[in-house]
């Protein structure tokens, strides 16, 4: 078996590198000051009705979140964030809430709430640990493959086979024929939000799973997938082109996150536009993780990204991720 040197991220076992890196505390009281919701969000639900956010849970131990536990600290663990999520839906119950995305590997859970949801929030501080408003992310591409020396590395057996790397993008079209036979798992999370956004899961639905879920979507900028796994792994023997991907001998997990946004606010003067929720790429980042037993990962790619620190920041990770 060749294995490559790929170009792409390696995947990190636990998700460590989903798109929030996540610090441990003790559980607080749920008188302590400050408060668990940004402003941005709760304007957003005052101006909008309602506002999607990623709700990171207060454990009643420390979660690992890198390195795969195994056995019963694994079980345990999972055990202990689907008791919080139930929790905290439970005191949701009687508020203007839609669950969105439920993980079960990263102690989070992405919800669309209204000001009382908000309030309910607030007031769950033993429960939550912080509310951040679920952003958008745009796909990202360099204008060229920076000289990695792949052709030495194939010269040398390197050449990607037997391994699959997950893309987590627009989608891949499995059809052309640089990537001939190389699509081997499929997905896609999308979310249909009224007024703001429109799912591209094939099926019409947030989320579809097997053969056909990960091809590309409909739309303009829709390329942003296969062209990245053109990069990754495409082998350009079937397509009759002098040149191939980085790992040409690789196979690819196809993961479709982005949903068609159709506001001016987010598009800017071009709507429609496809942007991708950071609960979307969680959940597609929890999915391949989930196949890890299944499947040989070299490695996952998110060439996409939005919104820029203006210092150091240790507890979420933002902007381009690849």
Request: hydrophobic share 40%; with cysteine; net charge neutral.
């Amino acid at each position: 078996m060749r294995r490559a040197r790929s170009a792409v991220s390696l995947v990190v076992p636990a998700l460590v590198l989903l798109l929030l890196s996540m610090p441990r505390t003790t559980p607080r009281a749920a008188d302590s000051g400050g408060s668990l919701v940004p402003l941005e969000v709760q304007s957003r639900a005052l101006r909008e009705g309602s506002a999607r956010v990623i709700v990171e849970l207060q454990l009643p131990g420390p979660h690992v979140p890198s390195g795969p536990p195994i056995g019963a600290v694994a079980s345990a663990q999972r055990a202990d964030i689907a008791a919080v999520q139930s929790q905290i839906l439970s005191r949701l119950a009687r508020t203007s809430y839609r669950l969105l995305r439920q993980y079960q590997t990263v102690p989070i859970v992405a919800l669309q709430v209204g000001s009382d949801a908000i309030a309910e929030l607030e007031a769950s501080s033993f429960w939550v640990k912080r509310v951040l408003p679920d952003t958008v992310k745009a796909p990202t591409l360099p204008q060229s493959v920076p000289l990695v020396g792949a052709d030495e590395a194939w010269i040398r057996g390197f050449d990607g086979t037997g391994l699959v790397i997950a893309i987590v993008d627009t989608g891949v079209e499995s059809t052309h024929p640089f990537l001939a036979g190389k699509v081997v798992e499929e997905a896609c999370f999308s979310s249909t939000v009224s007024g703001r956004s429109v799912a591209l899961c094939p099926n019409g639905q947030e989320q579809q799973i097997g053969p056909g879920a990960g091809v590309n979507c409909p739309l303009s900028g829709c390329w942003h997938g296969t062209h990245v796994a053109g990069i990754a792994a495409g082998n350009g023997t079937g397509a009759e082109v002098s040149f191939s991907g980085v790992a040409k001998g690789a196979q690819l997990m196809a993961v479709q996150v982005f949903s068609k946004f159709t506001s001016f606010s987010d598009c800017g003067d071009t709507p429609p536009c496809i942007l991708a929720y950071t609960s979307d790429i969680i959940a597609g980042l929890e999915h391949v993780y989930s196949l890890r037993a299944s499947r040989p990962f070299a490695s996952a790619n998110l060439s996409l990204g939005g919104g820029l620190f203006t210092s150091a920041c240790d507890s979420e990770r933002k902007g381009h991720h690849r």
